[in-house]
């Protein structure tokens, strides 16, 4: 965008005038946008702690209720909130497994609970059998450190 032009006044007066204006305007800029950043800031850390505490309730109602919990709390949210770990559990051969909700190729906004039938044991999927994922929980770390093999 071109720079907004001001005809310069004739009159000495004028012309001191139109100069103060044009710096206490530069001046304003700084001011509100180091203002917009802060507010910014401010708004990014409540919307984090809004999706932790999103990802902590549906933990919670998982825990409590024993089942698939729906709305729940999008990928993106889980992520943002500093949970973006999900532990499952395979319905047939009972194994547990921690699967990053980073390294998904979902969309980010997919629901975390739509993920249950998506998701499948690698263990049984061997061995010819794709039964669906339990959801146990959201996980801010992995349960343990995957063994090297």
Request: aromatic fraction near 4%; hydrophobic fraction near 35%.
């Amino acid at each position: 965008m071109a720079p907004k032009h001001h005809p310069t006044p004739l009159s000495g007066g004028d012309r001191k005038a139109l100069q103060k204006e044009l710096g206490r305007a530069r001046a304003m800029t700084t001011i509100l946008a180091a203002q917009s950043a802060e507010a910014r800031t401010k708004g990014e850390a409540l919307i984090r702690q809004a999706d932790r505490l999103l990802s902590e309730s549906w933990n919670e109602r998982m825990w409590a209720d024993g089942g698939l919990m729906d709305p729940s709390p999008t990928i993106d949210q889980a992520v943002n909130g500093g949970y973006p770990w999900l532990e499952i559990e395979c319905s047939r051969c009972m194994t547990k497994r921690d699967v990053d909700l980073a390294a998904l190729r979902h969309p980010p906004t997919t629901f975390v609970h739509d993920l249950a039938s998506r998701l499948r044991c690698g263990k049984c999927a061997k061995a010819n059998r794709r039964p669906p994922a339990t959801l146990l929980q959201l996980a801010q770390r992995p349960r343990q450190a995957a063994p090297e093999t």
